[in-house]
């Protein structure tokens, strides 16, 4: 039986946001691990994509980050 993925979470090196689930910081600019670390071991969640992500810099020139996509 596959379980459903209900909540998608994500985690990037060029944001801030707050924890889908109990709304703690996650600050992927400081430190993107503890963000991706955080919806593993806090929520259970499972790891469904990590890689780059290209977003416009002031310049409007491409800006590669990196982003997690984590499911519940």
């Given at each position: 039986m596959v379980k459903e993925i209900k909540i998608i979470a994500?985690?990037?090196s060029n944001e801030s946001?707050?924890?889908s689930f109990c709304s703690h910081p996650i600050d992927g600019t400081?430190?993107?691990a503890a963000g991706v670390?955080?919806?593993l071991t806090?929520?259970?969640c499972k790891l469904l994509h990590?890689?780059?992500e290209d977003v416009p810099d002031d310049h409007?020139?491409?800006w590669a980050t990196?982003?997690?996509f984590l499911g519940a």
């Open positions: 994500r985690v990037s946001s707050r924890c400081l430190d993107f670390n955080h919806y806090a929520h259970g990590l890689g780059q409007h020139n491409p990196t982003v997690a």
